[in-house]
């Protein structure tokens, strides 16, 4: 069946770029998502890629998207304390006819001042 | 501005309850769904509903139902809980055919004594 696989934590430095990896197995998704869980909160929308694209660029976010090895990244540059977060990565199934998503487990995010 | 919204933060019953968690959105979303998330196995999706009478399971389904008698309110019933249901309980909902951006209640944490 489908699946996402993402590392479960990543620390950097404030000031320092972080990269959150994620690979997927559903070659059939259309879109794939990075999401962000603060602590005690839901998940948010960070930002979203449909898979005809190999890179979608937004203020200090980038994701970049290889589907021949169905890896997708985030990239955080100039991480501030703010961004320590869980990020899930997701992917549509089914077509996202129904829109199911499949996550990932989650990176925890730790920035260090 | 979409409003997810779930009827408690925090939950505390006792075993052998029957438990009524409550999910209310106000964007008109046909989708709608429920996860639980539990520390190391990220979201797992228990059921979901794609109109109003309508719903499939998910993943997770053992031990829970749902209601959607309204296309804005979709609700978790536990019929009996246990302490293996001791979580964090999460709603969204989502148009079908767009993006599929799934938008997430605050959640709800379940402890089951």
Known sequence: ?113 | DVKVTQSSRYLVKRTGEKVFLECVQDMDHENMFWYRQDPGLGLRLIYFSYDVKMKEKGDIPEGYSVSREKKERFSLILESASTNQTSMYLCASSFTGTDNEQFFGPGTRLTVL
């Open chain 1, 1 to 113: 069946g489908e699946d996402v696989e993402q590392s479960l934590f990543l620390s950097v430095r404030e000031g320092d770029s972080s990269v959150i990896n994620c690979t997927y197995t559903d070659s059939s998704s259309t879109y794939l998502y990075w999401y962000k869980q603060e602590p005690g909160a839901g998940l948010q929308l960070l930002t979203y890629i449909f898979s005809n694209m190999d890179m979608k660029q937004d203020q200090r976010l980038t994701v970049l998207l290889n589907k021949k090895d169905k890896h997708l990244s985030l990239r955080i540059a100039d991480t501030q304390t703010g961004d320590s977060a869980i990020y899930f990565c997701a992917e549509s199934v089914d077509g996202g006819s129904q829109g199911n998503l499949i996550f990932g487990k989650g990176t925890k995010l730790s920035v260090k001042p």
